[in-house]
């Protein structure tokens, strides 16, 4: 091997291993594997290549640098390394936690509907204490779970700091980018599956005072067969219950216009998270009353349905409102009680993904690199410069359509305008090889590098409708007019 392409070759290894780890940074089948690979390279391969490069070095300058700085920048990457596999063993610590919080609060809200909603006296009697005690067990397990996920947030936190390679020699600064991706990369899942987690699992960690199990213990504690019985108190009851349902669907309403928000003010990417915490918001407050509320309803059906209701009419107009109401309710079961797993905002987000997509394919380059030593990513801080596109002596950005993201893009097209004019000054050979096209662009005194830059967008804000975000909702039926009959 050549003193010439040695430290390439280095560089390259290095490179190649963390890329590995990066492109398969969710697969936990290969991590053991991973993490002894690096390891391997790092100790054996090429620490035996600077040592034998030593022994033969004589006075070419750019081998002596080699040997000289190269066994230092190998130990940290080795050092960077222990603590990205740090970060790789408690990345995967709060997966599956938020689906199976879902689940529980879906079981819990079933009961909770079931006891309210039981005309049977005995269901009253022991509804109190079988729903306490079911808040008290689902608190524990879902309290000590949620305990070890932020336990272990310093942890991460602390490792992500120290996975860092801050090399920026020749071409070690691939590395550098590669290195803080990955530990990026990992820290940004693992805080996706920890917050997600913390949503769908904070009125589990409650308790027995989980805001639904409250609502129905009060409930529970005011049936009387004494009071409950007469068509009056039937029809107040009812005018009482619709106020309740009127604040569910108010609730659909303002969470609609919030996500909708989401997606016309958040920049690119920030967006998808921020619909997501937005819908989890609004599922946990409809989630605090939904179980009651529906229980409530079934209750008045069965009672308006009692023989001695049969003569009135007032039973008979509560009938056909707690019927159209309930139906109602049950559209928010797989839209806005889902939250951010509601599947048209999945569909919404998809959609603009794949438009991305769609706009980069026409480009003669998309997702092209520029390395952190000539370009500064005036968005995310840290990283490569990444442009979406170039085409025509152009860089574009493809953006939602809100002024923020349209900002952004601006920023970002100047900056990697301004890191390709930098790569340009310094190495125009090496950018031209990885980007050949880009040789059209360069001045007839071939002392200049003519790029234009764009901002595109696409119809994130524009074409998203908020009845589409879930089931057509009927409007709430009137009250029924409480005079005795």
Known sequence: ???????????????????????????????????????????DELSDMVSRLDRVKGSDSRAQTIVRNYPGYISQFREAATYLRRQKELQRLADGIADRCASAESDLQSEIRRYVGDLDSKAAD?????????????????????????????????????????????????????????????LAYWNDKARAASDKCQRLEQGEKHPDIDKALATLASYSSNTKSTVTQLKRDY??????VRK?????????????????TAGEYEMEAKAKEVAD???????????????QGDRLRARS???????????KDVIVGVEKNLANLAKLKGYELAGS??????????????????????????????????????????????LDCIKDCQVIEFKPDNSKARAEGQQQVEAYRDGLDRWYKQDKTDLFKRYPDLARCESSDKTELKIKTDVVTYEMCSGTVKNQLGQQLDETTLEVSESPE
């Not at 005018?239 to 309740?244: E, G, I, S, V």
């Not at 918001?281 to 529906?294: F, M, P, Q």
Request: net charge neutral; glycine share 8%.
């Open 341 to 386: 797993n509601n599947p048209n905002i999945r569909t919404r987000i998809e959609w603009g993904n794949k438009r991305h997509d769609e706009l980069e394919k026409a480009c003669a380059y998309f997702e092209a690199d520029v390395s952190s030593s000539y370009c500064r990513n005036a968005i995310r801080s840290g990283s490569n410069c990444r």
């Open 281 to 295: 918001r609004w599922a946990s407050e409809i989630n605090n009353v939904y179980g009651s509320v529906t229980g």
């Open 305 to 315: 349905t009692a023989t001695q209701m049969a003569k009135y009419q007032g039973p």
């Open 239 to 244: 005018n009482a219950w619709l106020r309740d």
């Open 126 to 186: 022991e509804g109190p204490t079988k729903l306490a005690d079911l808040g008290k067990n689902l608190g524990r397990t879902w309290g000590d779970a949620m305990s070890k996920v932020r336990e272990s947030e310093k942890e991460m936190r602390g490792a992500a700091d120290k996975a860092q390679f801050r090399v920026s020699e020749d071409k070690w600064s691939y590395v550098q980018s590669n290195m803080s991706s990955a530990s990026s990369g990992m």
């Open 248 to 264: 569910l669907r108010s609730f659909s309403d303002q969470d609609r216009d919030a996500i909708r928000d989401a997606f016309c």
């Open 1 to 43: 091997m050549s003193k010439k392409g040695f430290g390439g070759t280095v560089v390259l290894v290095l490179a190649v291993a963390v890329m590995a780890r990066v492109a398969v940074a969710d697969d936990e089948s290969d991590r053991k594997e991973l993490v002894e690979d690096i390891d391997d390279k790092v100790e």
